[in-house]
């Protein structure tokens, strides 16, 4: 890792200052060319970054750009310049104390009368108006570096701006914008959308952080490697691989994602069951099986609402990590519109989603990793109404050979609680007799990467939409994980298709015994009402576990 650090009294001129970071990127790159360079600038640095990347368009960069300070000519920083030229050199001492104890109107004032007598009277005059926003912020400066540097640094960035987007045309590496809402400096979120504009879209991404000021990096509540995670922006070789460039989220990191969900996490109360080896059904999560690899294999709740306490509950109880097999729309979309945008799923990919491919599959097996697999994928977590519980699984096994060839073990489950959370009222038959939903529905499945167009039946109808949910007073999950079934030494005999298709209509058939079990056990949960769970926990504390049915 090298650090670009530049003196208060260095003097050194942008092209010279690009130079040297030229030459440390070439240096690196004929050491390792066959890896990325990552180049991470905040503001003037990522004028730098941008400015080495069209300079070198044949070395494989990864740029990530920190409120970038190509938005200089844009903003009110250039207005500095006049009037720190015109303040009195050196500046006063007491200048901080009487900008910390001036403000409103009484700062404008204070500024006419600096102004009085430039070359520029009006034209300063006018821009002081805009200026008083950084009332705030030149206390500091001023305390920290002489006017001299402040001129330098401003006179700096002016040309560092200039320079960097008069090449912008000339930039071909991946790029990660990150721009701060709240910045005070520069207008950094409308500059990152004109830079997504501007930079290749196959290759660029912006993720912003409303409440951030303008030094992104010098806050506690941001991670720069939890985003470029997140992002799916880590990698070793020419292309990202979800499977070797994955870096597990470290144990913080993993927290902080379950306890974002802890609302819903309350909320849902999980029950888990689990069956042993022996076949015995324990409550819990004794029966999963610690060693890789592992496929769990389901019925996808409405909305897929079911993952998020799963994967939370097996992480802190197992310490196992599942790794679930994902819909592309996720990490990729064939053009930009009214789908979520793609940081919406930035946690997914911390916790180790890959989108939905055999490649993706064949790597996680071979990594001894625990999977999760819904062969019903959008068409069971959007389904229509009265179809909860059903499984809308393809004609043909998928995941069966494959699992034979690594000697996974296959959990089956079901899940059930989505009927005691909401109620689907108005669905995707409605939906598309109404020309403008039916509009609507077309374009959004249009943004999406499309899964199984060779496929026949309902499982190949899966149109992206949202279908309309009347709430309910919130019940409980409950998931009941089935014996595993162990394909160690059955890759020879499972290579015969009759076979394989015998063993996935043998977890099929387990996913729909595990529902209906569930079923009709809750009937006889004294706490499946959100109520009388409450009640429980405020007399037991809220970290208490809540008792259910009985096995």
Known sequence: M????????DRTP????????????????????????????????????LAVAALNPDIDLVLILANPATSFRRSSLQLLTPLLEALPNPLSPGLPNI?????????????????????????????????????????????????????WKLKMLKSASAYAHSRLYAIKAQTLILCSGNDQLLPSQQEGERLLKLLPKSKCQLRKFDDSGHFLFLEDSIDLVTIIKGTSYYRRGKY???????????????????????LFNL????VMLSTLEDGTLVKGLAGIPSEGPVLFVGYHMLLGLEKIPLVS????????????????????????????????FDKFRVMGAVPVAPTNLFKLFSSKS?????????????????EEYKLFWPEQSEFVRMAARFGAKIVPFGAVGEDDLGEVVFDYDDLVKIPYFRSEIESLTNEATQLRSDAGGEVA??????????????????????KPLEMEGRKQELRDRKKAHEIYLQVKSEVERCIAYLKVKRESDPYRGIGPRLLYQATHGFESEVPTFEI
């Open 313 to 344: 509950r097996i992480f802190l109880e197992r310490n196992i990590l599942l790794r679930g097999v994902a819909h592309p729309m996720m990490f990729m979309r064939s053009k930009n519109g009214r789908l979520p945008d793609l940081s919406s």
């Open 14 to 49: 942008f092209t010279d200052l690009l130079k040297i970071v030229e030459r440390t990127v070439r240096s690196e790159h004929q050491r390792s060319p066959n890896r990325p360079i990552y180049l991470v600038g905040e503001s003037l640095g990522a004028c730098l970054a």
């Open 461 to 482: 109808n899966q149109p992206v939409h949202m279908p309309l949910i009347l709430p309910k007073v919130p019940g409980r999950f409950y998931y009941y994980f089935g």
């Open 99 to 151: 900008l910390r104890s001036t403000e409103g109107e009484s700062l404008r004032m204070l500024l006419d009368n600096v102004v009085q007598g430039l070359p520029l009277q009006n034209t300063a005059g006018e821009l002081v108006k805009d200026f008083t926003a950084f009332s705030l912020s030149l206390p500091v400066l001023a305390d920290i570096l002489p006017k001299e540097t402040l001129v």
């Open 240 to 262: 990202h691989d979800y499977a070797s460039d994955f870096i597990p989220p470290t144990l913080d990191e993993a927290k902080n994602i379950i306890e974002s969900n802890s």
């Open 267 to 270: 909320i849902a109360s999980a």
């Open 2 to 9: 090298w650090c670009l650090h530049i003196p208060v009294a």
């Open 370 to 386: 625990h999977v999760l697999l819904y062969p019903g994928g959008m068409r069971e977590a959007l389904h229509r109404k009265g």
